[in-house]
C-alpha cells in the first residue's frame, strides 16, 4: 500500500525586507535525493520579466537550504544565498538592453521564489510549482518619509529616517542619464541617513530654460538640506556615480558654500577643466568624442574619452585640496569610464600633497561601472539616452555577473561602515536616529 503522497514546503525568510537584506530559502518535505530547481521571477514596472533559476539535490530529509546547499547548475553554481536575485536577467525573447531600475520606491519590488521537479531550464515558467512564495523587497524601510522638493527651483527628494532625528544628511547625485533615481536614496535613509536624490541633468530649471545648470544649483540643495530643522547641517555627506562623481569632487574641493563631513564617489573621475561648471564639464568630455569606441556588438565605450590621465594638473580637480574624508569605489573592468585609472591618479595626488590618509580606495577586479546596491542584477550592457542629443545607444558597462555581484555587496557595506564613521561620530543625535542602524 503507498504511503501518503508528500506535500513539498517552501519558505523564505524574512518574506519582507530591505533591498540589501538577506533571506534565507528553504525547501522541505520533497523526496531525499530529488533533483529540484529554484526559480525567481519578478516583473518589473516597465512590464518586463525577469528570471533566474538554480539546480539543486534534496538532502536525505528532503530539504534544500540555498543559503547552505550548492547549486549544480542554471543561472549561478555553487553556494549563493542570494544568487536567486543578482542573477536575474530578462526571460527568453525579451527585447535586448534591459536594465532593471526600480521607478517607485514607495511600492516593493516583488518576486515570486517558486520549486519545481526536476532540472529545469527557461521554459520552467509553463510549468506547474510545488510550492510558491511571493517575497517583497523595499527600499523604504517603514516609518520612512519621502518629500518631494521643489523650492528654490529644485528637482529633488528628500527621504528622512524614521524617528524625530536630528539626522546627518547625504546629497545624491547619479550619473549622464540624468531623471530623478531615488532608489538609492531611499535604502541610504532606511539606514538612518537623511538622503536627498537630486536631478541635474533633466530638472525643471533645464527643461524650462534649456541650460545646464550653474554651481548653485547644487549648492542650494545642499543648503536646503542643511537647513532642514531634522537634519544636522554640520554632518553632510555627498555621493556621486559616474557624472555625479565629477560634481561631487568639484563642490567638496572648490566650493566655498558645501562644507562637506565625508564624499563618496563611485565609477567617476576628477579629468575636467579647472573652475568650471557642469556645461563646461559636458563640453570638455565632448571635445574628446572622438575617442569613442565601439565594441564587436556596436556597444558605445566612452572609458578612453579621459585617457591618458595627464599630469598636468589644469585639467583635473586639485584632489590635494581636499579636506574631508573622500571614499573611492571602481571597477577594474569598467568599461564605460576610466574610473579605475583616475582612483590611482587621485590616490598619486593626495599622497603628494600630503592629505593621501583622507583617501579610502576600494578597487575590485572583474566589476563593472554600475556599481549599484546588493543583490541588483549585473547589466553588463543596457540601452542608455544622451540628455543633450537624446539619441539612444547601447552602452557597454563592463564587468563580470559573479564578481560585480560580490563587489556590490562588498561596497555596499563597507560604504555604510564609512558613512557611518563620518556622520554619525560623537554627535549629538536623537536615540530614534540609531535606532535604525
Request: charged share 20%.
Amino acid at each position: 500500500m503507498e504511503g501518503k503522497p508528500l506535500f513539498v514546503k517552501l519558505s523564505v525568510q524574512p518574506s519582507r525586507g530591505l533591498m540589501d537584506e538577506k533571506f534565507v530559502v528553504i525547501v522541505q518535505n520533497a523526496d531525499p535525493g530529488s533533483q529540484l530547481t529554484v526559480h525567481a521571477l519578478h516583473q518589473c514596472e516597465d512590464g518586463h520579466s525577469w528570471q533566474a533559476f538554480a539546480h539543486y539535490i534534496a538532502d536525505a530529509t528532503g530539504t534544500v537550504n540555498v543559503s547552505e546547499d550548492s547549486s549544480l547548475g542554471g543561472a549561478y553554481t555553487g553556494v549563493e544565498a542570494m544568487g536567486l536575485l543578482w542573477s536575474l536577467k530578462p526571460v527568453s525573447g525579451s527585447k535586448t538592453g534591459l536594465r532593471m531600475r526600480k521607478k517607485n520606491v514607495q511600492t516593493p519590488m516583488v518576486v515570486t521564489i517558486s520549486v519545481y521537479q526536476g532540472h529545469q531550464t527557461d521554459d520552467v515558467v509553463d510549468q506547474v510549482p510545488l510550492a510558491a512564495v511571493v517575497v517583497e523587497r523595499w527600499y523604504m524601510a517603514p516609518g520612512v518619509r519621502r518629500i518631494p522638493v521643489t523650492e528654490d527651483g529644485l528637482t529633488a527628494t528628500l527621504f528622512l529616517p524614521a524617528g524625530p532625528g536630528p539626522f546627518p544628511g547625504l546629497l545624491d547625485l547619479w550619473g549622464g542619464g540624468g531623471q530623478l533615481v531615488e532608489y538609492r536614496a531611499a535604502l541610504l535613509a532606511s539606514h538612518g541617513i537623511a538622503s536627498m536624490a537630486l536631478d541635474y541633468l533633466t530638472c525643471n530649471f533645464t527643461t524650462e530654460t534649456g541650460k545646464t545648470v550653474p554651481n548653485q544649483y547644487f549648492e542650494t540643495a545642499y543648503r536646503v538640506l542643511a537647513e532642514h530643522p531634522q537634519i544636522l547641517g554640520s554632518r553632510i555627506a555627498m555621493l556621486g556615480l559616474s557624472l555625479g562623481t565629477s560634481i561631487t569632487l568639484r563642490m567638496a574641493v572648490h566650493s566655498q558654500v558645501i562644507k562637506l563631513r565625508c564624499a563618496v564617489c563611485v565609477s567617476g573621475s576628477h579629468r575636467q577643466p579647472q573652475d568650471a561648471s557642469l556645461e563646461g564639464i559636458l563640453n570638455f568630455f565632448r571635445s574628446n568624442s572622438g575617442k569613442i569606441r565601439f565594441s564587436e556588438k556596436n556597444e558605445v565605450i566612452w572609458r578612453d574619452l579621459l585617457l591618458p590621465i595627464p599630469s598636468d594638473p589644469t585639467d583635473k580637480v586639485d584632489v590635494g585640496q581636499l579636506k574631508c574624508p573622500l571614499l573611492l569605489i571602481v571597477g577594474e573592468d569598467d568599461q564605460n569610464w576610466c574610473a579605475y585609472e583616475s582612483a590611482m591618479d587621485i590616490r598619486e595626488m593626495m599622497e603628494k600633497a600630503g592629505n593621501g590618509h583622507l583617501l579610502t580606495l576600494l578597487t575590485y577586479p572583474k566589476a563593472g561601472h554600475l556599481i549599484e546596491p546588493p543583490y541588483s542584477p549585473h547589466a553588463r550592457s543596457s540601452l542608455f539616452r544622451d540628455t543633450t542629443t537624446r539619441q539612444i545607444m547601447m552602452a557597454l558597462w563592463g564587468g563580470q555577473t559573479l564578481e560585480h555581484a560580490r563587489a556590490q555587496e562588498d561596497a555596499w557595506k563597507k560604504l555604510l561602515v564609512f558613512l557611518r564613521e563620518h556622520l554619525y561620530s560623537s554627535s549629538k543625535l536623537g536615540a530614534a536616529s540609531l535606532s535604525h542602524l
